[in-house]
């Protein structure tokens, strides 16, 4: 009766230490796993403020794109509108439309953050409705990117032959004290070529800042969405 006794106690001593024993796992695994959730949480918040300042920095550069843009086609609508306004020389074209600007700044957005969600598999992290809205965003700034190129580069290949006409464009300002050089280069003969290069050259640069301007504009729309649900996310 007493070694019943004796092994009865040692059976629930020894249920007791497994229990204990069992006990003490499933706290270390829980303890663990609520680590691992803080340094996930972490990990996300730390994203969150990224692609918050990569998206506010493709915000700048849109706005200042976009007045860059309109002020440019401003100076060509001006130069267009007054065909119909007068009568105009050919040396009147050619002053007037040699004073636009050929240069076109080029596209550039902050990708680097969504890229590294992509290549490190975090991309997960995201909640689906912020994730699906990265990577459409990022999908239409790589289209803005090439169809941007491919207008650019139409008006690239006029502008070569602008260089073959006026070796220059600031020659015909440095031969005005050149006189007998003016007179050996006469470029008034090319005056003709070089109006039509000029339009040509103008004509793909609106059409390729009109473009981008849509563009530009749904892009900035997209991007404010974005950053209000990622900020929404941060609070929580």
Known sequence: MIKENRASKYLLYAIGEIILVV?????????NNWNEKQKLNA???????????????????????LE???AYLKEYESYTDGYHKDVLTPNQVYEQISKLDLETTPLTFNTSTIE??????????IPSNIRNRLVDLKRLQALTIKRFEDTDNGKSDITQNLSLLLGS??????LLNQPKLKD????DENLKKLILVYEGIHRWKSI???ETKERLEEMQKEINTIMELINTELKT
């Open 68 to 70: 860059e843009s309109s």
């Open 23 to 31: 006990i003490g796992i499933l706290i270390a695994l829980s303890i």
């Open 184 to 187: 050996f280069l006469n470029i």
């Open 43 to 65: 990990k996300k918040q730390d994203y969150y403020v990224q692609l918050i300042d990569d998206l506010k920095s493709d915000i700048k550069f849109s706005k200042d794109y």
């Open 116 to 125: 590294s969600l992509q290549s490190t598999g975090d991309i997960g992290l």
């Open 208 to 210: 390729s800042l009109n």
């Open 169 to 174: 464009t600031t020659l015909p300002k440095r």
